[in-house]
RNA sequence: CCGGGAAAAGCUCAGCGCGGUUUGAGCACUCGAUCGAUAAUCGAGAGGCCGCUGGUUCGACCCCAGCUUCCCGGACCA
């Protein structure tokens, strides 16, 4: 390169800047996120916010046992999102996050830990363990959700086992129990006899076992003809099947299903109504020789029919259920809703009582519940022991028509490994149709809104066939339920005011003392049975439902502790939690406050794969977020997050993230071509007002208000996804490969200090002012460094996160409306455009030209379009980026576009041909604007 | 099996509350340009039985029904 040459180069503007192009994120992100802690950015927000609107995103406490995931990851982003574009647009939103503490899968893996040692340790050490796993968790996963740069009260979140929370949850329950929505009653669990306790699902474990299985006849007592009038004076029975004989002490009903087809069917002079799908099996069992069918009906006809019991006395009333099934047995079935969740569920709905005359060890007692007293062979046994007394029985009575052994699975207990059964045990249950709760959930759920609109119905359809809320458990981490019973009488105790003591003792020393401190102690001097005045009493043992916790999260941190306001105004969680917290809260919400606790509850999906598979641990098919911050940085996971249409799955993989780098890299370079072209520019003093702009740079500030406008209107709507698309199109399209490129001659060739140079970067800074805050919810990262580089305005805060959106009219604003109406001259002139490069990528096929620059594009054009180009004829050959445009005089009907070679020669400076070169004596080699932009720059 | 959801270029998404010319964008891909945004930038091109099958209609990606696959919750297995 000669040396005028270097001297020439010296003369253009290049860009220059310390914005970095390569980002570094995994690097860069920790350094940011410490100085974000130093300074408190997230108190100066709130600061900053007071006083306005509040917009209150209420945090669904994720489980505090693990690692966070990426469905966690997710969804904390998503609501990261929610909070910082609700702040920008000048709300008050804090963001108080939180975690679900107490429950099974901790204490399980508490167990786990403690082994043998558990059983020497008192519930509070227990409790104290559970608490520390918990607490681990917890500092785990607040830190993994920080690094996602995830803004909120990481320093005081709320804990569901916190004193405080815990004394909620407690009081929330004494009200329910004030209000008469509580009520005791019995429900078949998992239930370990050897261990005397409840097992929970994931405590049993199904391992082979050998049944009897029986073949028994209930005779039919009510009128056969009104099944059929085929049966009329005929000996009918039903026939059901079990493998368990020792429960049908307890048989209550037999269930048909109501849209199968049943036969009567004669055996020699008997009459059996079996499903008619499975008589042909049924008959073999039963060593039937021939079996003439002599009627049919469908399952329906046999509700309310009554059939007597084999050997006791009480009759068993036909019933319909749809869980019968054709698979095995007879089709009708055995029904003891003591001893199954069907068969307690369907008996519910008939109002049978759930009769369970064994006790604790398994053992046969004299009951309440159900007429006929049991034969005194059976009580005190076993159940076990029980079968063949049972079969005995039936065998004795003619009721038993075979039996036949079976292997299958069967739940045993996975501490003893012994069998399991099926008991009722009482339980606490809150009422759906006491005070209407039911009726009054789903009328409020029509009021809430719901996003995406079918959430409406899918939470309505759970509540209207839900059953009533079991809220106890036979567990040892989670909260009492504070009831206590009378010694003397068992009466429970229920007095508000010995509960609303035992609650301001909890707030004060977390719910431990429940444990710690006898009944005497926790219910004080005075309190006396209601029954018969008994002044002694035992504590109740159950712990409540962690739903039930997080139900109440609303009560525990929508409040003035939190300065939070009840109720809030979003929910936003994953689709599984219509059937949790959603459902939880809705119905503690109504319950106690009447109304539902969110006046918005807005969904996302899951985390797919590449395949559109969920990810599971046991499949190794995961993706941890730690591996994406580590190896791509948040920033590109948070893109990841705002790329997808979250009420839909979205999926992940490699080739996405790999996708997603590539696009930040894209906004990256944006950002650093607008500042590497304003080092020298001070918007204080340089910027020109926006109607002295060159028209050009006028239209890329106004396209850069309807970005804004697009990108606040689709915040408010939470579509993230159209947010980026939005912001990604405009820096691909209309910055880089029109605008930027269009200036980058002006930038670089005109004086420094000239109006054109001037104009083009303050629209540059104009825009790049917006972009950055329209972009700092979903990329806080980078924005903020970008923020960073760019000089600020009086009254710009440090931090972009200190800032509000851009208003609609903020880049152009002082234009008036006769100069924005012109500029519907530049969206016609961009078709013409596009037209002018297709014929210049035809020339440089053809070898014709090689850079544009070294063309003259001939342009001839109809009577519509002629006059435009004819106005705009200087302006043309720097929207092409060619060195001269010429417009034939002779229009054609249509827009013809003709290559030629540029006329002169090349300038040395600025690379446009023209004739003018040497024009200016004292530089010989450039052309004549760019001597009278040497000379404006040796002044 | 029941309740809810989804299916469109290799990827991520528009579009279709009001059915009507060959369905769009960006990226990726291929080819080319540039070497003054340079581990950048610009241009052009090639990619789609709009999951399948029926129906309504003069006409359907769009409306209706059924099916297939995938996802969430539940039931069953127990």
Known sequence: MPAHDLELKKTVNLPRTDFPMKANLP???????????????????????????????????????????LGTAFNKILKDFIVKSKTMAGFDSPYVPGWDCHGLPIEIKVDAELGG????????????????????????????FQRLGVFGQWDDPYLTMSGAYQAQIAEAFVEFLDKGYVYKGLKPVHWCMRCRTALAEAEVEYEPHASPSVWVRFPLVSDAARIDGALAGRRVHALIWTTTPWTIPANMAIAFHPRYEYVAADVSGDVYVVAKDLLKETAEKCGWAEAKALAQFSGGKLEGALFRHPFLERDSGGILADHVTLEQGTGAVHTAPGHGQEDYSVGQQYGIPTYCPVDADGTFFHAEGAAGRLPEDLIGKSVWDANPVVTGLLRERGALLAE??????????????????????????????????????????????????????????????????????????????????????????????????????IAAHTADVWYEKTAAELVGAGAACARCGGTSFRKETDILDVWFDSG???????????????????????????????????????????????????????????????????????IEPE???????????????????????????????????????????????ALGNLPDF????????????????????????????????????????????????????DLSAIYFDVIKDRLYTAAPRSRARRSAQTSLYR???????????????????????????????????????????????????????????????????EQVLKALEVARQEKFIGAPLEARVRLSAGRELYPLLEEYLEELPALFIVSQVALDDHATAALAVHVERAEGSKCERCWKYSTSIGFDPDFPAVCQPCSGALREMLA
């Open 682 to 733: 001070d918007p204080a003093v340089d910027q020109i007002p926006a109607g002295e702009q060159l028209e050009f740079d006028q239209w890329v500030l106004v396209r850069t208000e309807q970005l804004i406008e697009r990108c606040r209107k689709q915040y408010e709507e939470f579509e993230f996804h159209k947010v980026y698309q939005a912001l990604y199109n405009f820096a691909t399209t």
């Open 404 to 505: 036949k052994r079976i292997d299958h699975s069967y739940p045993h207990c996975w501490r003893c490994r012994r069998p399991t059964i099926f008991r009722a045990t009482e339980q606490w249950f809150i009422g759906m149709e006491r005070h209407n709760l039911r009726q009054r959930a789903l009328e409020e759920i029509k009021r809430i809104k719901w996003i995406p609109a079918w959430g409406e119905e899918r939470l309505s359809n759970m509540i209207a066939t839900r059953p009533d809320w079991c809220i106890s458990r036979q567990r040892t981490w989670g909260v009492p339920i504070t009831v206590f019973y009378c010694q003397g009488c068992g009466e429970p105790l229920t007095d508000r005011k010995v509960l609303d003591g035992v609650v301001k003792q």
């Open 627 to 673: 591996e994406i911050t580590q190896k791509y940085g948040a920033e590109v996971l948070r893109l990841w997050a705002a790329s997808m249409e979250f009420s839909e799955d979205v999926r992940i993989s490699e080739t996405i993230l790999a996708r997603l780098t590539e696009a930040y890299r894209k906004l990256r370079n944006t950002f650093r071509y």
């Open 27 to 69: 690097q860069t992100e920790p350094k940011l996120l410490s100085r974000w802690n130093e300074e408190k950015l997230y108190e100066q927000i709130r600061r900053s916010c007071a006083g306005r609107p509040r917009y209150v995103l209420h945090d669904g406490p994720p489980y505090a046992n693990g690692r966070i995931h």
């Open 767 to 833: 825009l790049t002012h917006a972009l950055v805050r329209l972009m700092a919810p979903l990329a806080p990262f980078t924005t903020e460094e970008a923020w960073g580089h760019l000089r600020k305005l009086p009254g710009d805060p440090a931090s972009v996160h200190l800032t509000l959106f851009p208003e609609p009219g903020f880049p152009a604003g002082g234009l008036a409306g006769r100069q924005r109406e012109r500029l519907a001259s530049w969206e016609k002139l961009m078709p013409v455009r």
């Open 552 to 622: 109440a999260s609303h009560l525990a941190v929508l409040n003035q502790r939190y300065g939070l306001d009840w109720p809030s105004d979003l929910y936003l969680e994953a689709g599984d939690q219509y059937r949790g917290w959603f459902h939880s809260s809705l119905l503690v919400g109504v319950g106690l406050r009447r109304a539902s606790p969110y006046r918005e509850c807005a969904t996302h999906g899951w985390v797919l794969n590449r395949e559109g598979q969920a990810m599971s641990k046991s499949l190794g098919n995961t």
């Open 117 to 144: 040692k558990k059983a020497e340790m008192s519930p509070v050490q227990v409790r104290l363990a559970c608490r520390k796993y918990a607490e681990t968790f917890v500092h785990l996963q607040s830190e993994d």
